[in-house]
């Protein structure tokens, strides 16, 4: 059997998760600018971040998990280096001294997010590791995907219910533990 990466998934739920990992950059950038009329557009891409992130948060929790039984399942976290670049954007450019500043940083920030959402590597958001979550490559007989999990996997049975959030990612429904 050939191996193959997860796929890209949809356009639309690419960009999402564009929006919600680079949030924390936007927000940078629109601290950064400081008065100038631009920075509402970098809040306003912030807020829709935060948006995406809840909304997901709220799919995952109220949806109905599937069982998938994985053959492999690989750390995707050296990934996740990618984004350092672009959150470090904000803290080189600063927008609020020339509005050719403000265009570079904009310009900056599109470009990596342009790169980012067509190789698919939106999947691999940062911020899922803030809240516990880590990112891995899963694949099951016929199929990859972004497995997005918060309990180790290496105690996982092969079987796992699972919460497919897209055609190309999937999400462990985290529950704590009752006491």
């Known amino acids: 059997m050939s191996t193959r990466p997860p796929r890209r998934g949809k356009l639309v739920p690419r960009v999402e998760l ?82 050719l500043n403000g265009i570079i940083a904009a310009a900056a920030m599109f470009l990596v997010i342009v790169i980012h959402v067509a190789t698919g590597r939106v999947h691999i958001n940062p911020l899922l590791y803030l809240i516990g979550y880590r990112v891995y490559t899963a694949k099951t007989r016929t199929s990859s995907f972004a497995l997005i999990a918060r309990s180790e996997v290496a105690d996982w049975p092969e079987e796992r219910a699972l919460v497919d959030l897209s055609s190309s990612v999937l999400v462990e429904k985290w529950r704590r533990k009752r006491t």
């Open 18 to 99: 564009a929006l919600a990992a680079f949030a924390p950059a936007f927000l940078l950038i629109a601290l950064r600018s400081g008065e100038v009329w631009w920075s509402w557009a970098f809040y306003a891409l912030t807020g829709v971040g935060v948006l995406v992130l809840v909304v997901g948060g709220v799919l995952v929790t109220t949806g109905n998990p599937e069982r998938f039984e994985l053959t492999e399942i690989e750390d995707a976290s050296d990934q996740v280096v990618g984004y350092i670049a672009a959150y470090i954007v904000p803290v080189l450019i600063d927008p609020s001294a020339s509005p």
